[in-house]
Structures are given as structure tokens and as C-alpha cells.
């Protein structure tokens, strides 16, 4: 786990339900949950890089990112494993320095190829098969956090976030 540089994460599914929802204007609408963005700003604030890769291309999510400071976006990537190598060179990581979150099948190319490979709980079975690790919680409702919890604490900087707040 100490090993893991780059966490990198789908949005429909992971960082949402999956749910589409769409304005009276056509624009998409998403929700979000906020201990999955207190666990970004964790994730950072050690020092680690967070990114999105997405098969999905929509403006609120390049909004989030912002909101987040999350650098690293790709969107419209329907074949993910290219974007990840080519995110591993921009960062100057190797793949196995990577953790990635998933949960559904254009996710799983990327599962199996990097270091550490998770699913949400909802996360379509192969996904969930291929997965090192798979989260109790579904998709939009803290598997983000839960994840990076889990990569904190086994990776024994845990403890660094918490001082911040005890």
C-alpha cells in the first residue's frame, strides 16, 4: 500500500450512484457525496496525486475536479488503460505505483493492470472478481472514502490525518 503514488477513480457509479439526471437546459446533473471529497483533500493533502478517468464526458465533473484541486482528468475515455499509461508517464509513476477504482467493465483492463485494483460494492461481478479490494459501501455513497481509508490506514499514514484533527 505504501507504494501506491496515484489514485485514480471512474466518476458514474464510483464517485456517483450511476444515476443520470438531466436539467431543463440538457445539462447533466450529478450528486456527489462529500466524505468522498474530504477523502480527496486527505489523499492530497499527504502529498499523493488523485485523478479521474472517466468513459463519460460532462462539465459538472470537470466542476468537481476543480472544487477538489484534482489535476489529473481525463473524460470520454472509453478505453482507459491508455489514458492511466499515459497519466503514469505525466506524473512519472509506474502502474504498479497505481490504485484504481472501478465498477463496471470498461474499468477492468485497468483493475487488472495496475498495482492495486478496487471495485465499489455495486460494481458489476467481473469487476468485482478481477478487484483486490472491493468496498462494503455502493458507488456514490463513500466507497471513495472507504477506499482511501483503507489505503491510508494499511499504508500507516493514517495516523497523520488524524492528528490534523484531534
Do not use: N
Not at 40 to 61: A, D, Y
Not at 70 to 80: M, S
Not at 95 to 111: N, T
Amino acid at each position: 500500500m505504501k507504494q501506491i503514488k496515484l489514485l485514480l477513480s471512474d466518476v458514474d457509479g464510483v464517485m456517483t450512484d450511476g444515476s443520470l439526471a438531466f436539467g431543463p437546459d440538457g445539462d447533466e446533473i450529478k450528486t456527489f457525496h462529500v466524505r468522498d471529497g474530504l477523502a480527496v483533500h486527505f489523499w492530497q493533502s499527504l502529498g499523493l496525486k488523485f485523478g479521474i478517468v472517466t468513459g463519460r464526458t460532462c462539465r459538472i465533473v470537470q466542476a468537481r475536479a476543480k472544487e477538489l484541486g484534482i489535476g489529473y482528468v481525463r473524460q470520454g475515455a472509453l478505453e482507459k488503460l491508455p489514458h492511466v499509461r499515459d497519466l503514469a508517464k505525466e506524473v512519472g509513476v509506474t502502474l504498479d505505483e497505481i490504485a484504481y477504482i472501478g465498477d463496471d467493465l470498461l474499468d477492468l483492463p485497468v483493475i487488472k493492470a495496475v498495482g492495486l485494483g478496487a471495485s465499489v460494492a455495486d460494481g458489476v461481478e467481473e469487476v468485482r472478481a478481477a478487484a483486490q479490494f472491493v468496498t462494503q459501501a455502493p458507488g456514490g455513497r463513500g466507497a471513495v472514502r472507504e477506499f482511501v481509508e483503507h489505503l491510508l490506514k494499511e499504508s500507516g499514514r493514517w495516523e497523520e490525518v488524524l492528528k490534523r484533527y484531534q
